[in-house]
């Protein structure tokens, strides 16, 4: 509530004593005086304990002993927020930081709030006692005060949620942490000052909102943090769309978007910082989505979180332990049904918890980059089973290995893949590489160019999951591959109609007539079979005729 709504919500003497409820847990000397008059119009108990009770004296006399109103004095000057300014004190007899904001009075007047920050003195008797007052009263100090915004950082929101969460038990709170979106290219695009300037908006809007509760913080970099008591979540909502929306009417201003983490506190006893750190979780699963700017904490991001800093953790041990294991699924021909590759899928064998399947933790290693070293290690599996397979006397079969988009980043892709198969002394055409769909769209010019290296090497390519997005024949109609391999998604929708089949039909007639290899993949009936069979596909992977094993196995079905 701000002093004009209280202004409307009660009468003089009941808002007298909610400014004096507010302003009495303070931790600062407080005064407010009327701009037109310069009368002392309130003091704070603080501020009474220091200075005497001066209510209704005049402010020049009483702080600066002068006969007049002192010359650019902030209480003229200040137009509209607030200001923070040290200069001399006369009641102090020494340097002393002022906070002045503009803010109307309960009875309409037109006042300035000053809040004495901080008071420099080591050998005035008077203001040492006032430091001293101050730093006792203050139980958290300046340095528990952002510099820049002027509200409170991220210590003394701490001290101030805890106490007002185990205070009020009967009450329902909410921690809300927010950040400013792409805060960062703001800085890069318009200059640290720029930066300062929107974090220093966003400081004023929350005094705006919350006035002097100490409610919020700025917790550091662009990040804000805020407690709220609610009632229905609809609560929390309702301020969350009151602060966005004025944090981004700044005038003439660089947009700014703020996403917003909620976490409603249910166990008391969880520490403030652990509770913020959930907020934050939950506002970064708004990221990247241009819909959303607030999401609450939910129990399940703890869990996944957990399950990832636990993989995170073990990856690195698991692969030097062989942890990992190269699973093999066969590819059969259609017309033949004959044996002719086998692609290589991961597979976690993890001591505690079982075979942990691709989809727990590729995701994640495309994310940190681990990625990089499992594929190598998978393409060494391959390169070394066929190397065994010649050196068994068999005749070798190819072994089709996925690359994850890092690679093509990677520069060193060619090097890494020639030496590898340098150091088996296996031919490349031995070695397929598949590489999903999406990838194409990324940037094409730059995979062409791998790819076309790659060609020239000798390594066979793939398309993977051909279908799945948007790429079409004709996108990879200029790019060099040998094959594409259909998704199982894009089989099972097409399929299932008379259309259906008919584009399937011509995406394999025009990827031949392009030279192209085709392969199903996911081909799990007979119904799949023979319709791929009618429409020449070329090769099938599924589990309709296996699914992927360990190689032990897998030299059994070919032996
Ligand atoms: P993918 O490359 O599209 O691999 C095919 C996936 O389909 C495999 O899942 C395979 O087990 C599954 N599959 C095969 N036949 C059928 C079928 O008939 N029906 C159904 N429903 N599924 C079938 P998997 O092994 O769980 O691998 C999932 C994904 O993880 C792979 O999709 C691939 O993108 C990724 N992945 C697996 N191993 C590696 C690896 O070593 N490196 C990289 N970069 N990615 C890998
Ligand atoms: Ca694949
Ligand atoms: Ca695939």
Known sequence: MNFSEIRESVDIDGAKSIIDSILNVSYRATVIVDRQTFEIVYMNKLAKDMFGSKVDCLCYETFCTREVPCQGCNLVSLESGSVVASGYSEILDKQATWKYSKINWFDGRDVVMATLIEVDDEQNPIAKEISAKIAKSVSVDRSEMDELTNIPGYARFYVNAEKAIHANTDKEYAIVVFDIDRFKNINDLYGMTKGDDILKHVGEVLM????????????????????????????????????????????????????????????????????????????????????????????????????????????????????????????????????????????????????????????????????????????????????????????????????????????????????????????????????????????????????????????KLEVDDFGSGFSSLNLIRNISVDTIKIDKEFLDNEIASEKGKIVVNHTIDMAKELKLQVIAEGVETKAHVDFLKKSKCDIAQGYYFAKPMPLSEFDKLSS
């Open 208 to 459: 705006d909102i919350f006035g002097y509760n100490e409610n919020y913080a700025r917790m550091h970099s662009d990040m804000f943090a805020f407690y709220i008591e609610y009632e229905r979540k609809l609560d929390i909502i309702r301020t969350i769309e009151k602060i966005r929306k004025k944090i981004g009417s700044k005038e003439n201003e660089t947009e700014v978007n703020t996403s917003y983490g909620i976490y409603l506190v249910q166990d008391r006893s969880v520490p403030i910082n652990l509770m913020c750190d959930r907020a934050m979780v939950a506002s970064r699963t708004t990221k990247g989505d241009v819909m959303r700017f607030c999401a609450f904490y939910d129990e399940q991001y703890r869990e996944d979180m957990i399950r990832i800093s636990e993989i995170e953790h073990d990856m690195v041990k698991a692969l030097e332990e062989g942890q990992f294991q190269m699973y093999l699924q066969p590819k059969f021909k259609l017309d033949t049904e004959v044996l002719c590759g086998a692609e290589a899928l991961a597979r976690w064998l993890h001591p505690s918890k079982g075979i942990i399947p691709p989809s727990d933790f590729i995701p994640l290693f495309e994310k940190n980059g681990f990625i990089l070293k499992l594929d190598e290690y998978m393409w060494e599996e391959a390169c070394k089973t066929i190397r065994n397979w010649m050196d068994a006397g068999k005749e070798p079969i190819p072994i089709s290995v996925n690359v994850s988009r890092y690679h093509i980043k990677h520069n060193n892709l060619e090097n890494v893949l020639v030496d590898m198969v340098k150091k088996y002394d296996i031919d490349p055409k031995l070695l397929h590489l598949e590489i999903t769909e999406s990838l194409f769209l990324d940037e094409p010019a730059k995979l062409n160019r791998v790819m076309e290296k790659l060609r020239g090497f000798g390594f």
